[in-house]
């Protein structure tokens, strides 16, 4: 089993910038891919991100040119830099996780692992 645990979401003006966190605990020598997903005010939870266990990432293209996805393996962590955002970024962001390499990376059937989610506020 393996928890996920997001940080660094709060309240940020419209162009500013904001880091978010996931700290992976348990058997996480299982972790795959990690991925960010956002479910905004009345949305359906889409994808945002997605860094493989190679280093290989996806955007979404709402987000292209402005988020970043890393991880640290050795601290088992997930990071997402987002800049220049924008009122409409804001969600609460969710940090997941997969055991197994698949394709659908961009699908939330892909995670195994959910984190309880941060939120983002951008205001105008």
């Known amino acids: 089993q393996v928890e996920l645990v997001e940080s660094g979401g709060g309240l940020v003006q419209a162009g500013g910038s904001l880091r978010l966190s996931c700290a992976a605990s348990?058997?996480?020598?299982?972790?795959?891919?990690i991925a960010w997903f956002r479910q905004g005010p009345g949305k359906e939870r889409e994808f945002v991100a997605v860094?493989?266990?190679?280093?290989?990432?996806s955007y979404a293209d709402s987000v292209k040119g402005r988020f970043t996805i890393a991880r640290d393996n050795a601290k088992i962590t997930g990071y997402l830099q987002m800049d220049s955002l924008k009122p409409e970024d804001t969600a609460v962001y969710f940090c997941?996780?997969?055991?197994?390499?698949?394709?659908?990376?961009?699908?939330?059937?892909?995670?195994?692992?959910w984190g309880q989610g941060t939120q983002v506020t951008v205001s105008s």
């Open positions: 860094i493989r266990r190679s280093g290989v990432t």
């Open positions: 348990g058997s996480t020598f299982s972790i795959s891919a």
């Open positions: 997941a996780a997969s055991r197994f390499i698949r394709t659908y990376v961009m699908y939330a059937d892909a995670y195994d692992f």
